[in-house]
């Protein structure tokens, strides 16, 4: 397989030389210059070359392949496009930019996921649509009951890996059997771990991959950070560096529904706008959940790795892990979700003592991550009253106030009494609290992990990647092979006349 990395970068989308109405689309959805991820793919894709396109969420790729896929619908009417998705929001919001970006070549698409009505899905079907995204077990279901007949040209697994972690990588493989032979093939994914590279090898015919700048480690606009604490602190912690950071939005993953609903309440305690996600909430409060943090009335959401599956927000400040990831390409996955679209963003991990061999694992794996000490109480404190004596500074007296103080001097008090004991109140108010140390010092970190690392007595040699389906499959019970079964006949040829 022949890789390419990015040379020339484009910069301009006319250059591609894609057709009046999708360069209309383009500007109004306001793209301006091209990313590296679509110089890099949309050239090899135009040609219809079937590829593999390592790229992290955010740097563009839902337009890297839609573009060059839109073009080719607008010039081949009757053909059509399928795209596999994780998630029923990332679904949606790819059949929403693809909308965008080909509305004025009258694109018409679908997402097609669980929890929604199959006649309807299958109603607007059969009025015509050239675009389905959809996750692999809806459609799955439909393709198995015969209710989908669809012979697509183009073929998109956005998120590969996502959808392997998510244990659907024998529903792909069975999807893949109704797709025709010649159709071309994109995946795209920013890990390739070996089942991934299975698909590429059953499914794609020489294809062409290409690595985007920064795919499969972690973006240099994210600042890495963890940091030692014990079982019993993981709340205190995230609560001490929600207050000291003070995010503008922020992720904190964690492990289980109890965790998301014990840190939402301790957060909310404290006057946070937090809310849970995780996989016991029904779909209508979780769409509302993910539209106010986007929004912003929600600014901390603590989520489960898999709730937050094909969650995308642009300006996410701050990740949180509450415990070290299982795998590097997870912790990949969920630090990509800050420091996007040209931002910064900050990572931070809490460890435990005893996964201090994890940790020295993971960093290997995925490059250097800085050991930090919590805040102190006093040093919280002292930050409060800093920020209060400024914003005392600055404020405007009113003319209520002026008459307050009169009185209170009336009273018998100083003008220096009133200022002292009203920014006392201030600081007062909303003190932070909590143990005064929280975690491990910096030095005793660095200490820690200068004394050479114990050898395991399991002969493991790195930190674990993703080596085949996790998590209960799919297509584990019976639902008929399907085999041999393909989309329904039609012209299945797909190379660019």
Known sequence: MKTLTPTKEATSFEEFGFADTILQGIKEAGFETPSPVQSLAIPALLEGQDATVMAATGTGKTAAYGLPSLDYLVRHPKETMLVMAPTRELAGQISDELYRLGKFANIRSIAIYGGRSYGRQTDIISRGVNVIVATPGRLLDLLDSGRLKFSPSIVVLDEADEMLDMGFLDDIQRIMDYVPDRAQTLLFSATLPAPIQGLIKKFQKNPVMLKAAGAGSASLQIDQSFYVVGEEERDLAALRLIESM??????????????????????????????????????????????????????????????????????????????????????????????????????????????????????????????????????????????????????????????????????????????????????????????????WEVDRINEFLSRPAPRSSSGGRGFPSRGGSRGPSRGSYDRGSGKGRKFESGDSGRRRS
């Open 246 to 439: 003070n995010p503008e939005k922020c992720i904190v993953f964690c492990r289980t529904r109890e965790e998301t609903d014990r840190l939402t309440s301790t957060l909310l305690g404290r006057s946070f706008p937090a809310a849970p996600l995780h996989g016991d909430i029904d779909q209508s409060r979780r769409e509302k959940t993910i539209r106010d943090f986007r929004q912003g009335r929600v600014k901390i959401l603590v989520a489960t790795d898999v709730a937050a599956r094909g969650l995308d927000v642009a300006d996410v400040s701050h990740v949180f892990n509450y415990h070290i990831p299982g795998n590097s390409e997870s912790y990949i996955h969920r630090i990509g979700r800050t420091g996007r679209a040209g931002r910064s963003g900050e990572a931070i991990t809490f460890v435990a003592p005893g996964e201090m061999r994890r940790l020295r694992m993971l960093k290997q794996a995925v490059g250097d991550i800085k050991p930090a000490s919590i805040p102190t109480l006093r040093d919280l404190r002292r930050r409060e009253v800093e920020r209060m004596t400024a914003l005392v500074n600055e404020a405007e007296g009113t003319k209520e106030a002026v008459r307050q103080v009169e009185r209170l001097v009336e009273a018998g008090l100083t003008a220096e009494e009133i200022a002292v004991r009203a920014l006392s109140l201030l600081i007062q108010k909303d003190a932070p609290t909590g143990p005064e140390k929280i975690g």
